[in-house]
Structure formats: C-alpha cells, structure tokens
C-alpha cells in the first residue's frame, strides 16, 4: 500500500521556522512529482508548492515564495518543506501528494494520485 507520512508540524509564533517531512513508501518515489498542499479550516485545500521527480525545478505559490523552500531526497524517499518567517496565515493543515509524471506537476489537488494524512500548523501572532 502506498503511504505518505508527514512530520514536523507545531505550534509557533509568527517569524519562526518549521521543517516538514513527508516519508513515502509503497511507490517508486523516485517516479513521483511531490507537491505541498495546505487546507486552513472552512477553505478550500490549496497549492503551496511542487518539485519535479529529478531534482531541482520547483513552484511555489505567491504566499509562500521566498519563505518556503521544497526538496526531496530520493535516496530517503522523502520531500522537504522548509518554512521560514511564518505567520499567521500560514496556520493549516499540511499535506504531501504524489503524482506519477516526469514534467512539471499539476497545482490542482484532484491531479494528484496519493496524499498524506496530513499535519498540524499553527502561527500564533
């Protein structure tokens, strides 16, 4: 069974930095475009950001570039995501997806193949 765990989620206050991890198995994780998405209560689930299945070629939503940084690790089978200067709308629930494509992935959640259970963050101001 495929499974995308998510780690590292907590509560900060505004300015703070968080790194989230996403461990996948069950799939060839190295085949898999990885993407963050973020649901904050009573809204829609949102693209944060995605990385390609070779390394490097990122997108980010405009909310989060230049204080978010995604990347994976093939050889640990986990994505990454680096949250610096965090504030209080960036408080959701985060999740990894999967994606089986070589090019740049989808930024619509129904695209995606796999998601993870997702995890907690809060930004206290």
């Known amino acids: 069974q495929v499974q995308l765990v998510e780690s590292g989620g907590g509560l900060v206050q505004a300015g703070d930095s968080l790194r989230l991890s996403c461990a996948a198995s069950?799939?060839?994780?190295?085949?898999?475009?990885m993407a963050w998405f973020r649901q904050a209560p009573g809204k829609e689930r949102e693209f944060v950001a995605t990385?390609?299945?070779?390394?490097?070629?990122?997108q980010y939503a405009d909310s989060v570039k230049g204080r978010f940084t995604i990347s994976r690790d093939n050889a640990k089978n986990t994505v990454y995501l680096q949250m610096n200067s965090l504030e209080p709308d960036d408080t959701a629930v985060y999740y990894c997806?999967?994606?089986?494509?070589?090019?740049?992935?989808?930024?619509?959640?129904?695209?995606?193949?796999?998601w993870g259970q997702g995890t907690q963050v809060t930004v206290s101001s």
């Open positions: 997806a999967a994606v089986n494509t070589y090019y740049y992935p989808s930024l619509i959640p129904r695209d995606y193949n796999y």
């Open positions: 069950g799939l060839t994780f190295s085949s898999y475009a």
């Open positions: 990385i390609r299945r070779s390394v490097g070629n990122t």
